[in-house]
């Protein structure tokens, strides 16, 4: 299957470290990119490949991978975190990209 | 820096067509691979459709292939997508999105519009 399966929701304490999973026979090939998407905002990427992070994400986001289950790591998490996620994959010729359905991460 | 602004959302019936616009500025537009992203009300991220960065070879989700129409006018620095024959299930925000890398399809897309809201209802 080609589908990307995310938790609806997810809650984590100020300053605790919280993970987001995401799960599709694809991420055995592909490496999961991951998007925070605020109310009213663009997404913003925060995660992509093996564990990159652009320019101006905070260190305390980070990404693994295993078998079919990519992870998004937020180390510490901060009130400014909670947001949606969505996972992704696209495959090598471009041609094939699907999101996760997002989770909703809320900061308690 | 890099400034992506979507533009032409609106309200139109069932049937009828919209044009959308991406102005892009900050980057060399015709080194990268451009993107439409959508999302319904509520709802998660759907991939419309991919350009390669002259232009010449494009893609479409299922859902609007034969429908939509994605092109580039690299002078003009401008993405833009026909839509035809909407539905209202093509209700969504609108994104226009660069790819990660330039001169390759990436994994990614790094740079996002923010988004024009089309809304088709009678």
């Known amino acids: 299957s080609s589908e990307l399966t995310q938790d609806p929701a997810v809650s984590v304490a100020l300053g605790q470290t919280v993970r987001i999973t995401c799960q599709g026979d694809s991420l055995r090939i592909y490496y999961a990119s991951w998007y925070q998407q605020k109310p009213g905002q663009a997404p913003v990427l925060v995660i992509y490949g093996k564990d990159n992070r652009p320019s101006g994400i905070p260190d305390r986001f980070s990404g693994s991978s295993s078998g079919d289950t990519a992870s998004l790591t937020i180390t510490g998490a901060q009130a400014e975190d909670e947001a949606d996620y969505f996972c992704n994959y696209r495959d090598s010729s471009g041609n094939h990209w699907v999101f996760g359905g997002g989770t909703k991460l809320t900061v308690l | 820096q890099v400034q992506l602004v979507d533009s032409g959302g609106g309200l139109v019936k069932p049937g009828g067509s919209l044009r959308l616009s991406c102005a892009a500025s900050?980057?060399?537009?015709?080194?990268?691979?451009m993107s439409w992203i959508r999302q319904a009300p509520g709802k998660g991220l759907e991939w419309v459709s991919y350009i390669s960065k002259s232009g010449s070879y494009t893609n479409y989700a299922d859902s609007v292939r034969g429908r939509f129409t994605i092109s580039r006018d690299n002078a003009k620095n401008s993405l833009f997508l026909q839509m035809n024959s909407l539905r209202a299930e093509d209700t969504a925000v609108y994104y226009c999105?660069?790819?990660?890398?330039?001169?390759?399809?990436?994994?990614?897309?790094?740079?996002w519009g923010q988004g024009t809201l089309v809304t088709v209802s009678s």
């Open positions: 900050g980057f060399t537009f015709s080194d990268y691979y």
């Open positions: 999105a660069r790819d990660l890398r330039p001169h390759q399809v990436s994994e990614a897309v790094d740079y």
